[in-house]
C-alpha cells in the first residue's frame, strides 16, 4: 500500500500516521521528522531547512524532493510506505508521481484529513505548551495554515483527478478518526 497521507498543520497526521503505521505495518516517511532530525544533528541541510520551518514556511522544493528521493529507495519502502507531510507543492507532487512512474507504480489512496482552522490553532496552541515545538507560536501556526491553504489545499484536486483522493472528517476523538481512515484503508 502506498499512501498519502494528507491535511492541514494539526489535523493530527503525525498521531495517526503512527496508528496506521501499527496496523498496516507500513515505513512511515514524514518529512517534518526528517527536517527536524537534521536541524537537530546540526548538517548543512538542517541549517538551510531551519531558516524556513522557524517562519512556517516551506522548505524549497529540490531539497524535500532529494530527501523523498533517497528515502523511498530504502529497503523497508519497498512494499509500500505512508508519506506525512510530503507533498507540499504541486512541483512536490508531480516529482513524486515520475519518482514511481520510473519503478512502475503509483500511490493507492491520499487520505485528507479535513478540520476546521479555529480547531487548528486551539490544537497546536495546546500542543506547543506540552511539546515546545518551536514553531508552534501563534504567529508562525497562523502563517503554516495560510501555507497549507495556499500551496498545499490545492494538490487535492491534482489527486482527485486521479481518483485516489478520500477526505476523512478530522473533527472528533484520535479513535474515532483512526476508525474512518482504517474504514477508507480497508476499502482500497
Ligand atoms: P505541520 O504539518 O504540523 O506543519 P510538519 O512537521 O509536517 O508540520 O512540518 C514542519 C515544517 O517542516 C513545515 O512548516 C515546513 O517548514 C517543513 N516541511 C515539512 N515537510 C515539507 C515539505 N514537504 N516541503 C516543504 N517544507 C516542508
Known sequence: MRLILFGPP?????????NIADKYATAHISTGDMLRAAVKNGTELGELAKS???????????????????????????????LDGFPRTVG??????????????????VVSIEV????????????????????????????????????????????????????VDGMGSIEEVFGRIDKVLQGI
Open 92 to 109: 512536490q507532487a508531480e516529482a513524486l508521481t515520475q519518482m514511481l512512474e520510473s519503478e512502475g507504480v503509483s500511490i493507492d489512496a
Open 116 to 167: 476546521v482552522d479555529s480547531e487548528i490553532i486551539d490544537r497546536i496552541l495546546e500542543r506547543q505548551k506540552i511539546e515546545g515545538r518551536e514553531d508552534d507560536t501563534e504567529e508562525v501556526v497562523k502563517n503554516r495554515l495560510k501555507v497549507y491553504r495556499d500551496q498545499t489545499e490545492p494538490l487535492k484536486s491534482y489527486y482527485d483527478n486521479q481518483g485516489v483522493l478520500k477526505e
Open 10 to 18: 494539526g489535523a493530527g497526521k503525525g498521531t495517526q500516521a503512527n
Open 52 to 82: 524556513y520551518m522557524d517562519k512556517g514556511e516551506l522548505v524549497p522544493d529540490s531539497v524535500v524532493i532529494g530527501i523523498i528521493k533517497d528515502r523511498i529507495k530504502e529497503s523497508d519502502a519497498q512494499k509500500g510506505f505512508m
